[in-house]
């Protein structure tokens, strides 16, 4: 099965309150590009249509954050535990396996200025690689690395 990606990002005349849906590597690509040409005012937000939601506002059970910036990127993901018990959540962002030299600041939270840790900072094209793997599993990709981080933002 294949996920539709649902992508909350500001472009035009949309405030980031509408969801893109993104059903191709294409039309990836296209979000991306443009997200790294068009700097965004908060984190884009990730979900899948098809999978579960809860709670009055149908939140998602599991999505990513991300914030790109001269080619690098970096994802906050919360979702199901995959190591833990049926029912767990988490939170993580992404950590390179090898750190940037001066990697860009990037955000998981705009507005309170809560920065990703400098570690966290990867490729866009690793970012591209996870969100593809999201969309055909439904899971935390395992193509890039993970860190444990706070549920606060």
Request: hydrophobic fraction near 35%; glycine fraction near 6%.
């Amino acid at each position: 099965m294949s996920y539709t990606l649902d992508i909350w990002y500001y472009h035009g005349e949309n405030r980031a309150d509408e969801p893109e849906c993104v059903r191709t590597a294409l039309e990836l690509d296209r979000v991306l590009g443009y997200l790294m040409d068009h700097p965004q005012p908060h984190p884009t937000q990730i979900a899948a249509q098809e999978l579960p939601r809860f709670g009055v506002l149908e939140i998602p059970d599991r999505m990513f954050k991300l914030d790109v910036d001269k080619g690098f990127a970096a994802l906050h993901y919360v979702g199901p535990d995959p190591d833990g018990e049926t029912g767990q959540f988490g939170f993580w962002v992404t950590r390179a396996v090898e750190p940037v030299d001066d990697p860009p600041t990037l955000y998981v939270d705009k507005d309170n200025k809560t920065e990703f840790p400098r570690d966290a900072v990867i490729l866009v094209e690793h970012v591209r690689d996870a969100l593809l793997e999201f969309q055909r599993t439904g899971s935390r990709p395992t193509c890039v690395q993970w860190q444990v981080t706070n549920a606060t933002y």
